[in-house]
């Protein structure tokens, strides 16, 4: 079966972003706009210099990601998340995103390697610097973007994606303590690995291994955290 490059929406980090929603969404990530804020269009096109036309099609564009949310007669305000709603959403992964990325067996490329290493190494470098660890999603994103768009499976492809909310992956990253990140990277070498061998029951173990060790760190920092701060974002 020939891959489908358009199969699913537009992600964080992939060329045909709008150079706005991606400015737009790095504010979301480094908290500028924190979520729940509201967004005002003025206010954000005189912010990046653009007029209010691409600020709407950014918009389009972060509410086909969960990043944004209209309402009705209000406006258009940053998503927020509570800790229910991320463990449903990364215990949802943990059951799809493995068997999509185990799919991928056999048909990612030598060039899709060598990109994959070569994030890899960013996300590295990227988490060295707990100041920068909220940087490491839409690489992550893009990471997990080439493996998925490779699958076998087509007809999952566009739910898996739309589980990938990049300010929900941002917030698990900023919150890993050293250990936590460097697990975290040691899975990416890892699914690099089992992909070049041809293993799926390894690309599934060790993607689920991913997903489920990166929920429990967010639910440890969760414990900790002051209960003001619970749910976000």
């Known amino acids: ?22 400015r737009i969404l790095g504010l979301v990530i480094s ?15 005189s912010r990046l210099g653009v007029s209010r036309t691409p ?9 086909g990601v969960g990043v ?38 056999g048909r990612l490329t030598e060039d899709d390697f060598t990109t994959l290493s070569e994030l890899a190494d960013e996300m590295k470098s990227l988490a060295a610097d707990p100041e ?26 566009t739910t898996t994606f739309n589980l990938m909310i990049p300010i929900i992956v941002a917030k698990l990253f900023s919150s890993y303590s050293d250990s936590g990140v460097s697990l975290s990277m040691n899975h990416h070498d890892e699914l690099i690995s089992a992909a070049q061998a041809e ?9 689920k291994a991913h997903i489920i ?10 414990r900790t955290q002051p209960a003001d701060q619970e749910g976000e974002p």
């Open 31 to 45: 908290g500028d706009l924190p979520p729940g804020s509201w967004i005002r269009e003025n206010d954000l096109a």
């Open 213 to 222: 060790s990166g929920l429990n760190r967010f639910k440890s920092m969760q």
């Open 55 to 63: 600020i709407r099609e950014a918009f389009r564009e972060l509410v």
């Open 1 to 22: 079966m020939a891959v489908n490059e358009d199969v699913h929406p537009p992600q964080f980090g992939e060329s045909h972003w709008t150079e706005v929603s991606s």
């Open 132 to 157: 920068t660890r909220h940087r490491i999603a839409p690489v992550n994103n893009e990471f997990h973007g080439i493996v998925i768009r490779r699958s076998a499976a087509q007809s999952l492809i």
């Open 68 to 105: 944004v949310e209209v309402v009705p007669r209000r406006g258009t305000r940053v998503r927020s998340y509570d800790a229910e709603e991320i463990e449903q959403i990364y215990r949802s992964r943990a059951v799809i995103e493995p068997y999509v990325m185990s799919e991928s067996v």
């Open 199 to 207: 293993d799926k029951e390894w690309v599934a173990a060790v993607s």
